[in-house]
């Protein structure tokens, strides 16, 4: 068996889970970091396996597939798509469950195998909303019960979320891979106190708040914000998530710093599903959900895609 799933935290908490569930008879990979689909050599590396499970992650199509030609294929997620035929997905957001009850797969993980509410799953939920998860209702209950129980902060929880994952954003795809493992035997204090991981997490604050801190650079369009960056590692989310969140305004932020594509990020307020599917229909690399869009341009067509994406927000927020 194979198991395919997400770099994050919620992906990486959620391999954890699956491994517990279905046993430890299971290899597992993470797409080369960045990538949202898999290259020919990882879909040859699934040739030889006959069960694959994919958690986490809304892979394209035609990948899904060419994967079924040989393995059953069965996906744990809470992304939004359309049903693929000849796959089992469970998803509480394909069959029509609002994303606020599904903040993370960790939480699909936990309700469809009837697992208490523990630190697995809260992880994950902290780490696919951060500190937006205290105004759901439902999961600021759910985090505060934990909390008392466990007797830990959520601060703690999320400081162990940037944890986990500096090491997604630095490109360690190897040590992301061993990360399902080491967990089973981890506590908060384990994660909190990892030494690689902290000196990880130093050198990405420093970057990321050299250009949250740099105004001067950004480009205002209306009522949404760019900002372009030149970078190797994955923080692209990450910016555009503090400054969307410090602003208020949509946010869009463009890395030129990657070897074969331009990458383009969006964070707005507004539901974004429509864009993702006019990307989509255009062939583009894209992907995500209700309030973010992650985009892979292809150098020359970076400008257009951009304006494309900046036109749709302007219009989206007339609406
Ligand atoms: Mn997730």
Not at 18 to 28: A, V
Not at 90 to 112: A, F
Not at 113 to 129: E, H, S
Request: with cysteine.
């Amino acid at each position: 068996m194979l198991l395919i799933h997400h770099w994050d935290t919620d992906g990486i908490c959620s391999a954890s889970m699956l491994i517990e569930e279905i046993g430890e008879e299971i290899d597992n990979m993470v797409p080369f970091i960045g990538n949202y689909f898999l290259t020919e050599e990882e879909k040859e590396r699934c040739f030889g396996y006959d069960k694959i499970y994919i958690v986490d992650l809304a892979l394209p199509e035609e990948d899904i597939t060419s994967l079924l030609k040989h393995a059953g294929v069965t996906i744990f997620d809470h992304h939004l798509y359309k049903p693929i035929e000849g796959v089992k997905v469970i998803n509480p957001l394909v069959r029509g469950e609002e994303q606020y009850r599904y903040p993370s797969t960790t939480w699909v993980l936990k309700e469809h195998f009837g697992r208490k509410v523990d630190f697995l799953a809260v992880l994950g939920v902290v780490g696919d909303n951060e500190e937006r998860i205290m105004e759901n209702r439902i999961f600021r209950k759910v985090i505060e019960r934990f909390c008392k129980k466990e007797k830990t902060r959520f601060e703690d929880l999320l400081r162990a979320v940037h944890l986990i994952d500096s090491n997604y954003k630095l490109n360690m795809k190897k040590e992301v891979e061993k990360i399902p493992w080491l967990l089973r035997d981890m506590d908060i204090k384990d994660i909190l106190e990892h030494p690689m991981w902290n000196r990880n997490n130093e050198i990405l604050e420093e970057e990321i708040q050299e250009i949250v801190s740099n105004e001067d650079a950004w480009i205002k369009k209306g009522k949404t914000l760019i900002i372009e960056i030149n970078t190797t590692h994955n923080i692209i989310s990450s910016i555009a998530r503090k400054i969307a969140w410090s602003t208020g305004m949509d946010t869009v932020v463009m890395n030129r710093g990657l070897d074969r594509y331009v990458q383009i990020y969006v964070r707005s307020k507004n539901n974004l599903t429509g864009l993702i599917d006019l990307l989509k229909e255009k062939n583009l690399k894209a992907g995500g959900k209700r309030d973010v869009v992650g985009i892979l341009a292809e150098r020359e067509k970076a400008e257009e895609i951009l304006e494309f994406v900046v036109n749709f927000l302007e219009k989206n927020d007339e609406r």
